[in-house]
């Protein structure tokens, strides 16, 4: 199943962590670290008052920004919200339907859909979360859940969009708890994900379409995850604040990259 054009992408999700300071030091030292690595692609994803200082820290470099979360519409009166249309200038990547937002803030499949919709919209590529609670997954139903969630989220997506899509697979019980799933476990997932893009919009772009793990992955777990041969990458919280575990996973990934799928330079989409 591996294409030699699916560049693994290594994204830092910092959640409600760091000041302002720490977030300019965070950018300008993995800038300097991580500037022109390759085989990899590599995003940050701070919260949202730091992105536009990240992004002038990142301007010119190989790195990329993201965001954690977007509105439904593109602009109105939703006092709080920020849209894809305002993130757009700054970020290429917005995450969707993290666990966080489901789970802690309610967000509904309904929601997650009409925010992967307003990203893809606004021209920015989503990072779809999905992934089963410790109880889904004791039941039997970890495939069913996520299978429920993609047939929601992507309801709507036309098959051209599915090329700009990301899913994590970030079980919930692996997030934040130290305990990550085996990668057995996580690439049968992340082929279960692949085989359902490809009975829906074909075996070309269930190629194409990358597919992270995400949950408690560290410098030392990372290489077993990114050699899985359906898995592109990670979704990494707490080590993504650790300036020496954040790169080594980047460039972990990138030789990884390098040595699999035969990428050499960063995707330019
Ligand atoms: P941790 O890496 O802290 O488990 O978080 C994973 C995550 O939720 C990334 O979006």
Redesign the pocket.
Known sequence: MRQARRVPLVAG?WKMHTTYEEALRLAGVFRERLDGVDGVECALIPPFPWIVPVAERLSGSTLVLGAQNCATIDEGALTGEVSARMLAPFCRYV?VG?S?RRHQLGESDEMVAAKLQAALRNGLAPIL?VGELLEERDQGIAEATVERQLLHALRNVQADQVRRLVI?Y?PVW????GRPATPEDAQAMARFIRQWVEARFGAALADAVRVQY????NARNAEAFLRLPDVDGA?????SLDVEQFSQIVRLAGEVGRSEHGVTAVDSR
């Open positions: 999700n995450i993290h966080e979360c994590a970030e692996a997030i934040g708890t995400g949950g408690s992955v979704l990494v919280g707490g080590a």
